[in-house]
């Protein structure tokens, strides 16, 4: 059983920074990459971030390139999203997830497990 769980969410104004962290149960995690996904409301979750199971290949949607990292501790079962010069648009429930392969993937089918998410509010 692997569970997923975010935290670092919060209300934050623009310009201003957020550091989310996912820590996952199970002695696999580093063998699967991770990765974090958004919802706002009203809209579809779409792919922030990934990372490879070594954390040596990572990926982007355009809208965060530039402002948001992701990296991964496997010593620490956890994933994190640092997110800076944070915008309104960003505002949205951030989920983390565990992919089925090792390879970094920003396709949501590939991930079979999920957290229940954290919300984060940039205020304008």
């Known amino acids: 059983q692997v569970q997923l769980v975010e935290s670092g969410g919060g209300l934050v104004q623009a310009g201003g920074s957020l550091r989310l962290s996912c820590a996952a149960s199970?002695?696999?995690?580093?063998?699967?990459?991770m990765g974090w996904f958004r919802q706002a409301p009203g809209k579809e979750r779409e792919s922030v971030a990934a990372i490879s199971w070594s954390g040596g290949n990572t990926a982007y949607a355009d809208s965060v390139k530039g402002r948001f990292t992701i990296s991964r501790d496997n010593a620490q079962n956890t994933v994190y999203l640092q997110m800076n010069s944070l915008k309104p648009e960003d505002t949205a429930v951030y989920y983390c997830?565990?992919?089925?392969?090792?390879?970094?993937?920003?396709?949501?089918?590939?991930?079979?497990?999920w957290g229940q998410g954290t919300q984060v509010t940039v205020s304008s």
């Open positions: 997830a565990r992919s089925s392969h090792s390879t970094a993937t920003m396709t949501q089918y590939e991930y079979g497990y």
């Open positions: 199970g002695r696999t995690f580093s063998s699967y990459a």
